[in-house]
Nanobody
Framework: QVQVVESGGGLVQAGGSLRLSCAAS????????MGWYRQAPGTERELVAG???????NYQDSVKGRFTISRDGAKNMVYLQMNSLKPEDTAVYYC???????????????WGQGTQVTVSS
């Protein structure tokens, strides 16, 4: 079983910065991709940024140039540096890890419990 835990959320003023961290632990054979999603009240969960095993990244258009995703493969961690935050970035941010527990296991998605990010105007 893989556990995913996010940290680093909080309250910040518009224009400020936050850094989210996500740690994957447990029985992990290999991690493929890792990503950050967010969900605001009354909306569907959406992809914010993702990074694959090769280090290739992709971003939602609204965060390009402001957010940066990075990964520490040795520690099974992924980070999201968020700069120039806007009130519309307010949401619960979730980490998703695509991993397998053994060579023969299939790839599965594992989610964290989420961390609240609130940006005041």
């Amino acid at each position: 079983q893989v556990q995913v835990v996010e940290s680093g959320g909080g309250l910040v003023q518009a224009g400020g910065s936050l850094r989210l961290s996500c740690a994957a632990s447990g029985i992990i054979f290999r991690i493929n991709s890792m990503g950050w999603y967010r969900q605001a009240p009354g909306t569907e969960r959406e992809l914010v940024a993702g990074i694959d095993i090769s280090g290739s990244t992709n971003y939602q258009d609204s965060v390009k140039g402001r957010f940066t995703i990075s990964r520490d493969g040795a520690k099974n961690m992924v980070y999201l540096q968020m700069n120039s935050l806007k009130p519309e970035d307010t949401a619960v941010y979730y980490c998703k890890v695509d991993a397998k527990a053994s060579w023969s296991a299939r790839w599965s998605d594992y989610w964290g419990q989420g961390t609240q990010v609130t940006v005041s105007s």
